[in-house]
């Protein structure tokens, strides 16, 4: 009897921790989608062999590195937050790349360092927390063939559209030649 006492609280408190884990998830990443600003990351060919692993598009884009004047003080996997701005087609465009989180400016998004190039001039690569974009596992093959078969074609413009609220991002989705890539393979629309 003493055990019962015992063990029904603890899995009770047990049942509850996993049940606020990906609610808490989950509506961390629905505020950042509530946002009304939002950010179209232009997206460049992949390497065509390996463009998905699992059931999700690999994404890279076009603005993902930046010059430094001291390519010594950085390391790379370090945390740093990318101060963005827009192009005049509305493309986003990276401002400046800091160790440290931006004082009152809410355009940013935290990311890693990736690889660092130290030819002259100094190159840092960004790794966006933003690179994945995960698909129903029945779409999948459809959205590898439409990912694939736009990337070759320069004239169509595809970009990630991302959410940014805080430095927090979701990728909301992918477009290509202004339709969603959710809604192209939902469509069977392969051009």
Same mark, same amino acid.
């Given at each position: 009897?003493?055990? @019962?006492?015992?063990?029904?609280?603890? $899995? %009770?408190?047990?049942?509850?921790?996993? &049940?606020?884990?990906?609610?808490?998830?989950?509506?961390?990443?629905?505020?950042?989608?509530? %946002?009304?600003?939002?950010?179209?990351?232009?997206?460049?060919?992949?390497?065509?062999?390996?463009?998905?692993?699992?059931?999700?598009?690999?994404?890279?884009?076009?603005?993902?590195?930046?010059?430094?004047?001291?390519?010594?003080?950085?390391?790379?996997?370090?945390?740093?937050?990318?101060? &963005?701005?827009?192009?005049?087609?509305?493309?986003?465009?990276?401002? =400046?790349?800091?160790?440290?989180?931006?004082?009152?400016?809410?355009?940013?998004?935290?990311?890693?360092?990736?690889?660092? !190039?130290? $030819?002259?001039?100094?190159? &840092?690569?960004?790794?966006?927390? $933003?690179?994945? $974009?995960?698909?129903?596992? =029945?779409?999948?093959?459809?959205?590898?063939?439409?990912?694939?078969?736009?990337?070759?074609? !320069?004239?169509?413009?595809?970009y990630g559209s991302v959410s @940014?609220?805080?430095?927090?991002?979701?990728?909301?989705?992918?477009?290509?030649?202004?339709?969603?890539?959710?809604?192209?393979?939902?469509?069977?629309?392969?051009?």
């Open positions: 009897m003493h055990n @019962i006492k015992i063990l029904l609280p603890a $899995f %009770i408190l047990v049942a509850l921790v996993q &049940l606020f884990v990906p609610a808490k998830m989950i509506w961390d990443k629905e505020k950042v989608i509530a %946002i009304v600003k939002e950010y179209k990351f232009e997206t460049v060919p992949i390497d065509p062999t390996d463009p998905f692993r699992g059931k999700y598009v690999v994404l890279r884009y076009k603005e993902n590195s930046f010059y430094v004047d001291n390519i010594s003080e950085w390391k790379k996997g370090d945390k740093i937050y990318v101060l &963005l701005k827009e192009d005049e087609n509305g493309f986003a465009k990276i401002e =400046s790349v800091s160790k440290e989180k931006p004082l009152l400016r809410d355009n940013y998004v935290k990311a890693k360092v990736g690889h660092l !190039s130290n $030819f002259k001039p100094n190159k &840092l690569n960004i790794d966006y927390p $933003f690179n994945r $974009f995960y698909m129903e596992e =029945s779409k999948a093959y459809a959205a590898e063939q439409l990912y694939r078969k736009f990337q070759r074609d !320069s004239s169509i413009k595809t @940014i609220k805080n430095g927090e991002s979701v990728l909301k989705d992918v477009i290509i030649d202004g339709m969603s890539l959710k809604e192209a393979v939902k469509e069977n629309r392969i051009k």
